[in-house]
């Protein structure tokens, strides 16, 4: 490796860079530390609010603005699947949870840390090998980017071939199901989890997710399945692996120039408009085509490549299969949504697991309402202007309102929470474009009755 490269390395060293607890026992003691000091926080509040003459509710003493520090400044540290869960609950359930939580969690997504480059070099070692640099003549120890269970480094081998190189944090794979398991008791003993609602299944899925996800040769698979499914989209480009260079831990992939896609919020409306009218007219054929969808809706997924005028697609370890039954009741759903037929709506939802036998008639008729309000751009004639609606926050209303009633909560099948993450983030990368798109007329293709 040149100077030139050993010179950046020495540059490597942030702030963020934190070595990640590999071992069961470390990343369990994250967790207790964890506990212990929101306990500590919350008998500090109590005492405080004590002294001023006020009987504090368990709840205020948890959701201090200090143990929200706590919170996510400890998984933040641990991340793994720790983080990932924090992820997929404020993605999945943000309505069910109180907001502070939402914003412990949502700060989560934001707050990756990287691995000191020490660490770097013992992942490097592990999976290629004492003298792996020979082969490389420039790679960036410093991180492009850093997720819940790996970071991204730029790299260019002897060859010239420029690449990107996705590590993963030592340990994640087995601690997956121990830190499901413990965050999720964390969220239960500090009572920010109502104690009616069931999220084993969601926490069965994500454990079941998660271990996909770690296991880079999978989603090196998912890429090429995707690459091939795409070829004949020229608007969009995907990474090509290397399988040389992968391994369990180590998905090496062809680097793809791109800015992100949410830097554009200041570009042409006919560009931001093309842009939010190709992922929404992804994720249909998606559902209704390839029957196989990537369910991260992170704006760091999508990159556009001004040189080449397409979207970059990235990060496919969260790819999921859809049966054709569960395809069959979202069209049969979005259908009867197009057509105000909330009888037949309600049917679909059935179908699709989202009803308990016990469920009350009001609260039935208010899952209803919150597809109707989900569907509201299938049913409009013309362009939908994501930048002055408020269905973001109509559907976030709407949730909470009807999260309000501890007896309806169940956790909905693993599919339909998802598909709704996945749409949602779309939605809100609409609105962040401030972009008009005519989605009934895409999913006319696919769903009965849609706008044309």
């Known amino acids: 490796m040149n100077s030139e490269a050993l010179a950046e390395s020495a540059l490597s060293a942030s702030d963020r860079a934190a070595a990640v607890p590999g071992g069961r026992l470390s990343r369990l003691a994250r967790l207790g530390t964890l506990a212990t000091g929101v306990a500590g926080g919350m008998l500090a509040e109590g005492a405080r609010q004590l002294a001023a003459g006020k009987r504090p509710k368990v709840s205020e003493l948890v959701l201090t603005p200090a143990n929200a520090r706590r919170v ?98 030592p340990g994640v794979r087995r601690s997956i199901d121990s830190d499901v398991d413990n965050v999720a008791t964390l969220l239960r003993v500090s009572g920010l989890l109502p104690r009616s609602l069931d999220i084993a299944p969601l926490l069965d899925e994500a454990k079941r997710q998660l271990h996909e996800e770690a296991d880079y040769r999978r989603e090196a698979d998912n890429l090429q399945r995707f690459g091939a499914l795409l070829a004949d989209a020229a608007d969009f480009v995907l990474p090509q692996p290397v399988a040389a260079l992968t391994r369990s831990d180590i998905l090496a992939m062809s680097w793809v120039e791109g800015v992100a896609v949410e830097s554009l919020a200041d570009a042409s409306q006919a560009l931001r408009d093309r842009i939010a009218h190709r992922l929404i007219e992804l994720l249909f054929r998606e559902l209704f085509e390839f029957r196989l969808i990537q369910t991260d809706p992170n704006f760091a997924n999508y990159r556009f490549d001004p040189a080449s005028a397409r979207l970059v697609l990235l990060d496919f370890g969260a790819t999921r299969p859809y049966a054709e039954p569960v395809v069959a009741a979202y069209r049969a759903l979005m259908t009867a ?34 597809f109707e309000i989900a569907c509201e ?76």
């Open 337 to 370: 949504a197009v057509r105000g037929e909330r009888a037949a709506m309600a049917a679909a939802a059935q179908a699709i697991g989202y009803f308990r036998d016990d469920i009350h008639a009001h609260q039935r008729e208010a899952v209803i309402d919150l």
């Open 72 to 169: 996510a400044d400890q998984l933040a540290q641990l991340r793994g699947a720790a983080m990932k869960v924090g992820q997929l609950m404020s993605m999945d359930a943000g309505s069910l949870l109180p907001p502070e939580l939402s914003d412990i969690l949502a700060r989560l997504r934001e707050d990756a840390r990287t691995m000191p480059m020490s660490q770097v070099v013992q992942v490097l070692e592990t999976h290629w090998g004492a003298g792996w640099e020979q082969g490389f003549e420039r790679f960036s120890f410093t991180p492009c980017a850093a997720a819940s269970i790996g970071q991204v480094h730029r790299a260019r081998t002897r060859d010239g071939e420029e690449l990107a190189i996705k590590l993963q944090y």
């Open 377 to 452: 751009p299938l049913r409009h004639t013309g362009a939908y202007d994501f930048g002055t609606s408020d269905l973001a926050a109509r559907l976030r209303d709407a949730g909470l309102k009807l999260s309000m009633e501890r007896d309806f909560w169940h956790t909905p099948p693993a599919d339909a929470l998802f598909l709704h993450r996945k749409l949602g983030g779309l939605y809100l990368l609409a609105a962040r474009l401030k972009a008009r798109v005519e989605v009934g007329a895409l999913a006319a293709r696919w769903i009965g009755g849609a706008a044309a």
